[in-house]
Every structure is written in C-alpha cells, then in structure tokens.
C-alpha cells in the first residue's frame, strides 16, 4: 500500500516568488496535516482537514499562505510570496480519522533565496 | 498537549537495547503517548503508542510506568540504521513534537 505522496521533493525559489506543495494522502484517510519543519526543531501543525474541511488552521500565516483539499482527497498548500524565513520542510500526513494513527510523507524541502 | 521531556542525545552500542527514556508528568487520562522516529531527509516514521499498558511491535517496545508520568521506549537490538531523533509525544488531539532525542548507534 502506498504511502503518503508528497511533490516536489526540493524546490529552490528566490523570495517573492509563488510555490506550491501537492498531497496524496493514504487512500481511505479523512484526516490530512501540513506540517512545517525548521532546521533542528520538531514539525509544527499548520493546518488540519477533516475531508475537505479545515478544522485546525490557527497556525496558518494566512496572510501568505493558503491551502485546499478538494473533494477531500488531495491537498496544494501555497505561499505566496514566499519569504526567506519560509525556508524549511514542510510536511503532510494523513490518518483514518482524528484520533488515529497518524502517518507522514517524506516532505518537500523548500529554499529560498 | 501535555508537554514531555527528553534528552537531547543518547549513543548506544550496535547490538544491545536502546532504552530511551521519556517524562510526561502533566499527562491527562484520555492522552496517549506515542513515539515517532525521524532519519536524516526523511518524514517522521511512526513506531508505537499506547494508553496505560506496556506495547510492543517488530519495530520496539514501549513501557509506560503505573502513574503514565513517564515512558520508556526500548530497541531490543539496536543497527546502525536506527540512528534517528526519536520523539515522544503526548496526545489527546493534536500531534505536538518537541525536540526529541538523538540517537546514535555506535559500531
């Protein structure tokens, strides 16, 4: 069974530019997480969907950054435009519902310069 | 989230049992705890969890003192390849990481 998929891998931007980050969470799992992690320091929670409904998002900087989960499958989270403090990995993971097991991909590490 | 305490690094020799120790006094009935592992470039892996009684799975063991205020998470025959930051997390909701203990494994 295949894990949660996570693309691009790596992406170097310079600041002020757009990026996006796709999900594929496991298949059958309501609940999906962004996670953010910085150099040295443990994932921090940015947003939490329940199907395709943001339940948690009181850690998302909206003022540069969006997400979505249509159809409650998939998830793109964006920042626009990117800073350089928004360096870092930024994680996603699924789980079968809130409570369960929760299960991360591999990450997409941004850069930016 | 009842916050936990770890020490930053531990070194164990390649063969014997990893025992990584885990403090989480404030802990509440309905929080479990659970460990993940996290390898260089790679997402955090789950490992195990558990509520009140000792657990254990192929990948370790878990043993969660009588008053829950503390945990022990035990690698029976540690490899080169378990070196990791290995996180232990309380959580009723959330999943709230800390900054997690380094091991490393020494030949």
């Known amino acids: 069974e295949a894990g949660v998929v996570q693309s691009p891998r790596y992406k170097i931007i310079e600041k002020k530019q757009p990026v996006a980050f796709w999900c594929n969470p496991i298949?059958?799992?309501?609940?999906l997480y962004w996670y953010r992690q910085n150099l040295g320091q443990g994932p921090e929670l940015l947003i939490r969907y329940e199907n395709e409904e943001a339940v948690d998002d009181s850690q998302l900087p909206k003022d540069r950054f969006s997400a979505e989960r249509l159809k409650g499958v998939d998830s793109t989270l964006k920042i626009q435009p990117a800073e350089l403090g928004d360096s870092a990995v930024y994680l996603c993971?699924?789980?079968?519902?809130?409570?369960?097991?929760?299960?991360f991909g591999e990450g997409s590490w941004l850069t930016v310069v | 989230d009842a916050k936990t305490t770890q020490p930053t690094s531990m070194d164990c020799a390649e063969g014997r049992a990893a025992n990584l120790p885990c403090n989480h006094s404030?802990?509440?009935?309905?929080?479990?705890v659970y460990w993940y592992r996290q390898i260089h470039s790679q997402g955090p892996q789950y490992i195990i969890h558990g509520l009140k009684n000792n657990e254990t799975n192929e990948m370790a063991s878990l043993i969660i003192t009588e008053d829950r205020k503390s945990s022990t998470l035990i690698l029976p025959h540690a490899t080169l390849r378990d070196t990791a930051v290995y996180y232990c997390?309380?959580?009723?909701?959330?999943?709230?990481f800390g900054t997690g203990t380094r091991l490393t494994i020494i030949p």
């Open positions: 993971a699924s789980s079968g519902n809130s409570g369960n097991t929760i299960y």
């Open positions: 298949s059958g799992h309501n609940t």
């Open positions: 997390i309380v959580r009723a909701e959330k999943l709230t």
């Open positions: 404030t802990i509440s009935g309905n929080e479990y």
